[in-house]
């Protein structure tokens, strides 16, 4: 196994087949697919199943793969200790994040982060959250911020904020007519409206989709959308409604009259900000003090978690408006 071999392999199971994997390393296909087929000679066991579309690990595939990233992370962390031994602060990282959190987040944090750091390249990988937990987990993003709760025993988790998501309605909608604003309400009180959707892989989609699923709904969908930005205005113009995290509303003074905001009874769904990164890998310098301005910028206390996970505190709060 070397570090030529397992990018080859990471490559394909990426892309999901060797053909759009040799695309993505300027690599003929029958060089790949030679390369790939040597790694399992090597090996002897195969470590890709070829019936499956797209292509799919075998169990010593997925064995193979866990060591690969643990190959991967003792390569990366010797080669950033010895870049901060020798005072270098030149690099990049691959920082996930979606769209509207970019939006709150990176005009705030990025000026100061690149006044420190003028040879450092943030590379953005935007998804949403689900996506980049897997990303992340696969070695695919150094750092991501993502809106869910903990499940991946691959990652750590460092709590930045918790967040509640309400349905937010037009005010020309039949619930908005007949219910106060800020009432809490039952999600099937919103059976007869139209919804504005996230897209899958949103942790807003998720939590939604739970809860349809809970109360057998299947409502109209005017559009599904993985801006949350349009979402909004879209649902504010259009006399529909959505879910969305109540500090989106708050902040957005554009929506000051024409939506109205109701907690969800029975909503045991979870939603917390993270910063996730992949167990076994070591932060740069750089890296731990773009979360440490981050938090700073959003004015929640500051923690990096050891090798040994680290339970964090829940600070319940509103972030500052950024002119959303």
């Known amino acids: ?52 579309d797209p292509i799919s690990l075998t169990y010593a595939g997925r ?18 200790e010895l870049a901060e031994s020798a005072g270098e602060i030149h690099g990049h990282f691959r920082l996930g994040l979606s769209k509207q959190r970019g939006l709150q987040i990176l005009p705030l944090v990025v000026p100061e982060f690149a006044q420190r750091y003028p040879y450092v390249c943030l590379n953005l990988v935007e998804h949403g959250s689900d996506t980049l937990e897997r990303l992340t987990a696969e070695g695919e993003c150094d750092i991501s911020l993502v809106t869910t709760n903990r499940k991946s025993n691959r990652l750590h988790y460092v709590l930045i904020e918790s ?19 800020g009432q809490a309400i039952s ?28 109360y057998h709904l299947s409502p109209r969908v005017l559009m599904e959308t993985d801006n949350m930005e349009v979402a909004k205005q879209v649902a504010a113009l259009s006399g529909a409604v959505m879910l969305i995290p109540r500090v989106y509303v708050i902040q957005d003074k554009s929506l000051a009259g024409l939506v109205q905001c109701h907690p969800i009874l029975d909503n045991d769904y979870e939603r917390h900000f993270y910063f996730c990164y992949r167990k076994g890998m070591r932060l740069t310098q750089y890296m731990e003090d773009f979360i440490r301005i981050v938090c700073d910028k959003l004015q929640v206390p500051y923690s990096i978690p050891g090798e040994e996970e680290m339970k964090p505190e829940i600070h319940t709060h509103h972030v500052r408006p950024t002119g959303e």
């Open 1 to 52: 196994m070397n570090l030529r071999q397992i990018e080859y392999v990471m490559a394909v199971l990426r892309e999901g087949s060797i053909t759009a994997a040799s695309k993505k390393l300027y690599l003929s296909q029958p060089a790949l697919s030679q390369a790939i087929k040597q790694v399992e000679t090597d090996l002897g066991v195969a470590i890709f199943d070829r019936t499956t």
């Open 63 to 80: 064995r193979y793969v866990e060591a690969a990233q643990r190959i991967i992370d003792i390569d990366r962390n010797l080669r950033t």
């Open 163 to 181: 967040e509640e998501v309400v349905l937010m309605a037009a005010k020309d909608t039949a619930l908005a007519r007949g219910t106060p604003d």
């Open 187 to 214: 999600i099937s009180r919103a059976e007869n409206e139209r919804f504005v959707c996230m897209s899958s892989g949103h942790s807003v989609r998720a939590i939604q989709d739970r809860l349809f699923e809970r």
